[in-house]
């Protein structure tokens, strides 16, 4: 598994060339600043907004980095291709130019990232049922399987056993699993959390998704409890996505974080199957996949045996590459406090070279995540610019967010500074790119006293924070903030709401909702003139002036008594 190189002097060569001629071909308009009313009680006109107008951010300066990012020439910034490599420069020359301190490794800016890229052989997967139903599914059509460890031949071979959500909760007095050996099993698991029933509405955060209900820690238990592999039941509606957003995330060669030499062994095999297929198959063994799913609804539910052998296998192509962070810092002024750092993230990665769409085969990730790091490029320029707030900002572009928060975990292992210096963690995920809101969204806001100091920075903006409007989604479990919080960061996810002004009532959320089901991971989600970047300008000034706000704050932003992170040895009120 050789370590691939970084070409730098041709690469930097390119960005160069592309970078002039994106400038060029920008937006030539400078915006001022919107209307943002009075800056938060307590907190000096310039933590609220730029004070200069050199230092404005505006349409064309996010518009140039937007095309930059989302080119076919960066090849959907896949972190373990050229396209990575090339966006990793661009940003490190970006933050060079912006007189920003390197805090990566070695007195740089970059921190690199071990990464195992694992690509299965198509030709070779074999997905078999046997025994009380006989069946060959077929990928990506019914299945997509993936490896569960950095291996060349994947293989889990038991009797399926269906374990309703997977969960083992004791505060929620909930085991799916109670004394039952499901090791070397293959293990059949719904999505999401157990429902919240009328007389606990309140249940596994009711309507909103708990980490209990992500895939994440479904192959995570799956582990702990020696399975030999796991297939996660998908419905468009339980996943929060459709299935072809499942092809393009997992059909394709998959990126992990080195094992630890200690742990639980690694699942011989990871994988989704449809709804449809699971019905199928479940029928063949006499059961109803919907009666299944009507018992897993009780504390009572116990796993079902299927009767049915699954035996899943195939050939990887295994190689180790580095990826890496890209981090820089804009010091403090204040002695007792420029030590502290408040971190803002953004991931520069998505899906690299995939499955072919109507003959385009490139995940450009213009939304997901070019917006978010064109947002945090121009903070990044401004704050360079702007009097330094008494603590540190600390600017962490991360990798591999779409392979399962790598970078940021990487990050969160591995600081660059003293953990228990980072006081607190801003993210942006996706930038505003419908035109300016009038409201904002903040994922984690009821987690720690991040929540109610947002909300009382964007209340004289006139800038209401949003309730989340999908909550089954789980938001806060699916962004590298997450990865701060498991840490014991105190961390929220910053966005635009999706009331659009000037437009009729409920269109933002139907382009939302658009969004979800054509482009979000497909390769149609690319760059477009229409987009209206005063959103992106909006939600820009946001993060800048928030971040600000918590840099100034006298005291370190702190979880909750009731969050489930807390900081190693913190007392909580």
């Known amino acids: 598994m050789p370590i691939i190189p970084f070409r730098r002097a041709a690469l930097i060569a ?33 933590d609220a907004q730029s004070s200069t ?25 896949g972190p373990a291709g050229r396209g990575g490599e090339l966006t990793v420069a661009y940003l490190e020359s970006q933050l060079r130019a912006f007189g920003l301190e390197p805090a990566g490794e070695d007195g740089g800016y970059r921190q690199d990232v071990p990464i195992d890229v694992v690509n299965a052989d198509p030709a070779s997967i074999r997905v078999v049922a046997s025994g009380a139903a006989t069946d060959t599914l077929v990928q990506p059509d019914e299945v997509v399987v993936w490896a569960g460890s950095a291996s060349e031949r994947s293989a889990a071979r038991g009797e399926l056993v269906f374990v309703g959500f997977g969960v083992d909760a004791p505060e929620q007095r909930w085991d799916d699993f109670k004394d039952v050996d499901v090791k070397g099993k293959v293990l059949l698991v719904l999505v999401n959390d157990p429902p919240a029933p009328e007389a606990e509405p309140e249940l596994f955060g009711g309507r909103a998704m708990t980490y209990y209900g992500r ?18 039941v998908h419905t468009t509606e339980m ?19 080195p094992r630890p030499e ?46 049915i052998t699954l035996d899943i296998a195939f050939d990887n192509d295994v190689r180790r ?29 998505h899906l690299g070279i995939g499955p072919a769409v109507d003959g385009d085969s490139i995940y450009n990730g213009a939304s997901d995540n070019a917006s978010g790091v064109a947002d945090l490029l121009a903070v990044a320029r401004v704050s360079a610019r702007e009097p330094a707030p008494k603590r540190s900002l600390l600017f962490t572009f991360v990798t591999a967010e779409e392979s399962g928060l790598l970078g940021s975990a990487w990050f969160a292992q ?21 035109g300016p809101t009038t409201d904002v969204v903040a994922f984690g806001e009821d987690k720690s006293s991040l929540g109610p100091m947002f909300a009382d920075f964007v209340r004289p903006m006139g800038l209401p924070v949003a309730p989340d409007s999908r909550p089954e989604q789980g938001i806060f479990y699916r962004s590298d903030h997450f990865s701060f919080a498991k840490a014991g960061v105190p961390a929220l996810f910053i966005g635009a709401g999706l009331t659009v002004q000037d437009r009729p009532e409920g269109w ?43 840099a100034n704050a006298p005291d370190a932003p702190a979880w909750n008594a009731d969050a489930e992170f807390q900081r190693a040895g913190a007392v909580q009120p």
Not at 53 to 77: K, M, N, P
Not at 327 to 346: I, K, M, N
Not at 523 to 532: A, C, I, L, N, W
Request: proline share 6%.
């Open 14 to 46: 390119s960005i160069l060339v592309f970078s002039a001629c994106a400038s060029q071909g920008a937006r030539t308009d400078s915006v001022s600043l919107p209307p943002q009313g009075a800056p938060a009680q307590g907190v000096p006109a310039q």
């Open 53 to 77: 107008a050199e230092a404005r951010i505006t349409e064309a300066e996010i518009d140039g980095y937007l095309r930059f990012l989302s080119s076919d020439l960066l090849e959907g910034r």
């Open 215 to 232: 895939w994440t820690y479904k192959f995570e238990e799956a582990e702990r409890r020696g399975a030999a592999g796991m297939l996660i």
């Open 239 to 257: 996943a929060g996505y459709p299935w072809h957003t499942v092809v393009g995330s997992w059909g394709k060669e998959q990126l992990m974080l």
């Open 262 to 307: 200690t742990g639980a062994a690694p699942l011989g095999a990871r994988g989704w199957i449809t709804a449809r297929s699971a019905t199928s198959l479940l029928r063949q063994a006499g059961m109803d996949l919907r009666a299944l799913v009507d018992s897993a609804a009780s504390r009572d539910f116990r796993p079902m045996p299927t009767g």
């Open 321 to 349: 590459i580095q990826s890496q962070n890209v981090v820089a810092v804009v010091r403090g002024s204040d002695p007792a406090l420029r030590d502290e750092y408040v971190a803002l993230t953004s991931h520069w990665d």
């Open 414 to 434: 591995n600081p660059t500074v003293p953990l228990e210096s980072i006081v607190a963690n801003v993210n942006v995920d996706g930038g505003n790119l419908l």
């Open 508 to 550: 933002g959320q139907a382009r939302s909702d658009e969004f979800t089901a054509t482009r979000y991971h497909q390769p149609g989600e690319e760059y477009r003139p229409d987009f209206d970047l005063r959103g992106a300008v909006q939600l820009s000034n946001v993060a800048l002036g928030f971040a600000r706000v918590v």
